[in-house]
T-cell receptor
C-alpha cells in the first residue's frame, strides 16, 4: 500500500520568509497529491493540490511541485504570515477512483514568527 | 465547497458503553467516506473506508468488531465504538471524497473521552 513521508516535522520561519515542506510517496500509481492545512482544533482544509499530468501549480503565495520520477512533491509558501502557522499534511491518492483512499503524511508543524 | 457535517463534536462516556458518531455529506452524494483517527499532534490515521451499500474496508490493525461502520445511504456514514475503553479516547474525523475533483472534505471531528 501507499506510504507517505514528510519532512521536516517542525518548521519555524520569520515572517516574510519562505517555507518549504517536502514529501515522498511509494505507490507509483498515485496521481493526485493534495495538501491540507489544519489549525488547532479544526478540521483539515485543502489548500492546494496537483495531479501527475503537471509538474507545478501555483496559487498566490502557495505553490506545489511534483517530480513523478523521483516520487516526491513539495509545498512552497512565500512571504509567510503569522496566520500561516498550522500543521500541514501532504497526501497521495488516485483521483479517478472515488473509492481510493487518501493516505496522509505525518505532518509538519509550521510556526511563523512575527 | 462541499460540506461534511459530523456529530457529536465531543462525547464523554463510561468504559464499556458504545458510542455512535455520524458523518453526513450535506450537499453532495458520497459513495465513499473515510474514517480517520488523530492523536494529539499526530497525523490522520486511516481506520476504514466506508462504502455505501456494502461492507467497510478496514485498515490493518483496526478491529472491525470494535469500530463498526455503517454506510446506509449516500449521505450518511456512522462509526460506532463498541465497548469503549480509555485507550479508545481520541479525535475521530470523517471525510468524503467529492467524486468530480477527488478532493476530500472533512467533518468537524468528534473528540471521544472514555472514563
Amino acid at each position: 500500500g501507499e506510504n507517505v513521508e514528510q519532512h521536516p516535522s517542525t518548521l519555524s520561519v520569520q515572517e516574510g520568509d519562505s517555507a518549504v515542506i517536502k514529501c515522498t510517496y511509494s505507490d507509483s500509481a498515485s496521481n493526485y497529491f493534495p495538501w491540507y492545512k489544519q489549525e488547532l482544533g479544526k478540521r483539515p482544509q485543502l489548500i492546494i493540490d496537483i495531479r501527475s499530468n503537471v509538474g507545478e501549480k501555483k496559487d498566490q503565495r502557495i505553490a506545489v511541485t511534483l517530480n513523478k520520477t523521483a516520487k516526491h512533491f513539495s509545498l512552497h509558501i512565500t512571504e509567510t504570515q503569522p496566520e500561516d502557522s498550522a500543521v500541514y499534511f501532504c497526501a497521495a491518492s488516485i483521483w479517478e477512483t472515488s473509492y481510493d483512499k487518501v493516505i496522509f503524511g505525518p505532518g509538519t508543524s509550521l510556526s511563523v514568527i512575527p | 465547497g462541499a460540506v461534511v457535517s459530523q456529530h457529536p463534536s465531543w462525547v464523554i462516556c463510561k468504559s464499556g458503553t458504545s458510542v455512535k458518531i455520524e458523518c453526513r455529506s450535506l450537499d453532495f452524494q458520497a459513495t465513499t467516506m473515510f474514517w480517520y483517527r488523530q492523536f494529539p499532534k499526530q497525523s490522520l490515521m486511516l481506520m476504514a473506508t466506508s462504502n455505501e451499500g456494502s461492507k467497510a474496508t478496514y485498515e490493518q490493525g483496526v478491529e472491525k468488531d470494535k469500530f463498526l461502520i455503517n454506510h446506509a445511504s449516500l449521505t450518511l456514514s456512522t462509526l460506532t465504538v463498541t465497548s469503549a475503553h480509555p485507550e479508545d479516547s481520541s479525535f475521530y474525523i470523517c471525510s468524503a471524497k467529492f467524486g468530480f475533483t477527488g478532493e476530500l472534505f472533512f467533518g468537524e471531528g468528534s473528540r471521544l473521552t472514555v472514563l
